[in-house]
């Protein structure tokens, strides 16, 4: 199906003046005008659904400028209906206070009163189909660019300034000389400002531009872990849990007995403190054939941490390494011992002349 190619021009605001601050809120003007063409796509499926003649597309035009106007007097006189909904308290404009959550149930209001018979009965039975074609359509008007990014913005800013009636995403400041609007415009709070940070693309109001450091992808902070590298807040979650020195491990002798936490970069460390106790975890495997109390293990791992010579076993960093440490000390206390015992019971022999 082909598109028309026509596009619709800006809303006037009839409000505004020639000395009124044109800033506003840049990211829910965006988040407002992404909402307008699923919306419209909505309506245009709904209301052609079970017809032989219309599509979508012959249809997109006309209810493209009925959704316009709908959504334009319904926030024009947003204040008037806020007030009455006080009364009616199914209302759902009186339950939100942010503007994008607003003109969403503005949008599907107007897009309830587009379905038609066939549109309600596809809906329940085929409510996938259903979600695929508006999506389909979707993607061929955003691809044939018939209602353009930039013009729905410019809607989506008259739809919000309708109604901020509290200013709270717009500037209404007014002035009597073009100078003064000059001089406020550089300093307004709602003026767009791009993220300082390298590699983020973002542009944003300057009241927002603390909101936005806090989470913006690109800024580059200490690691969380204290392992004093910076790093980017986008690589954050991947740098604690793979590269991070101070990344948490169970301790190398974890299966047979030693349930310590430790960070990567202390394991030797750790290995050294806790040899008495890795000692102890592991010569009962080594000697299974003995049955020895605790004390006895003790006193065993002691009088081998005070026999080796150049810290071999304090060197060992993990259950295999330790077990072979260990047997090798023994080996060598077992060989010191014997040549000790043999020189015991060799007597001098003594030359008489």
Known sequence: MDLPVSDLGPIKNSGSASLSCPHCDAELVHKIAQLLLPGLATACVDSTTGGFFRTPAIVAVD?????????????ETYIS??????????????????PVDIIADLIEDFTASKRNIFSRVSGWILSDTRDDRIDDFVHEMDTNRFWSIDRREVISEVLLRNIDYKSKSHCSMRFDEERELEVHRRECEFR????????CKVKFCAVREEEHDGVCAYKVLSCDQKCGEMVLRREMD????????????????????CESGIPRCRVEEHCRDELQRHLMCVLPII??????LED??????????EAQSDNELAEALNVRALITAIKNLEAKIRISQEDDSNSSR????????
């Open 296 to 305: 006895a293990w003790k006193e065993r791992a002691t009088a081998l941490a």
């Open 287 to 292: 000697h299974r054939d003995e049955v020895r």
């Open 346 to 353: 060799t007597e001098p022999i003594s030359l008489k002349n």
């Open 192 to 199: 767009p400002v791009a993220c300082g940070n390298e590699g």
């Open 63 to 75: 209810i493209r400028k009925e959704m316009v106007d709908y959504l334009n007097n319904r926030t």
């Open 81 to 98: 209906d806020l007030l009455l909904a006080h009364e009616s308290p199914g209302d759902r404009s009186a339950n939100h206070s942010e």
């Open 238 to 257: 991947r740098h604690c849990v793979t590269v991070c020195k101070m990344k948490l491990m169970n301790c190398p002798f974890y299966q047979v007995g």
